[in-house]
C-alpha cells in the first residue's frame, strides 16, 4: 500500500470518527420553571437575588414582601402558607411569591436554602445587604 493511500485511509478513518465523537458533546439543556405575566407598580423597578437560608426549625411570622417575585428552593423544604393554601417545596422547585401575606417555615430537619428573586419599585425603601426577618 503507497503512503498517499495510507495517508488517504487515515483521513477518511478519522473524518468517520472524529466528527461524530465532536458532534457528542454535551449542551446545555434548559427548562423554563416559572412563566408569569406581571404588572410593575413603576417603571423604575429594583430587582434582587437573595439567598435566604432558614435553620432548622424556623418559622416566619405573617409578612409580606415589596414586590412579587419566583422563589427558588435550593436545599431542605419550605413548607409556605397563604391565601391559595399551604404547599411544601422541595430542591429544585420554583414558585410565586404573590406579594400578599404568608408564612414560611423551613418542613426539614437539615437547614432550607432559598433563592428569592424580588422586584420591587424604586424608592426610600431599597435596602443594601441583608433582610432578616425576627421570629415572634
Known amino acids: 500500500m503507497s503512503a498517499q493511500v495510507s495517508r488517504l485511509l487515515v483521513f477518511l478513518l478519522s473524518a468517520l470518527v472524529v466528527k461524530p465523537l465532536q458532534a457528542e458533546k454535551a449542551l446545555p439543556s434548559q427548562e423554563v ?17 437573595v439567598r435566604v437560608e ?13 414586590g412579587p417575585g419566583p422563589r427558588y428552593v435550593l436545599a431542605g423544604k419550605v413548607k409556605i402558607a397563604d391565601k391559595s393554601g399551604v404547599r411544601v417545596y422541595q430542591p429544585g ?44
Open 33 to 49: 420553571l416559572l412563566s408569569k405575566a406581571v404588572t410593575l407598580a413603576s417603571k423604575q423597578i429594583v430587582t434582587r437575588v
Open 54 to 66: 432558614f435553620p432548622v426549625g424556623f418559622k416566619t411570622p405573617r409578612h409580606i414582601h415589596e
Open 93 to 136: 422547585e420554583v414558585f410565586w411569591e404573590t406579594g400578599e401575606p404568608m408564612v414560611a417555615e423551613n418542613a426539614a430537619d437539615t437547614p432550607a436554602v432559598l433563592l428569592i428573586f424580588e422586584v420591587t419599585p424604586q424608592g426610600p425603601q431599597e435596602r443594601a445587604g441583608k433582610s432578616v426577618i425576627q421570629p415572634k
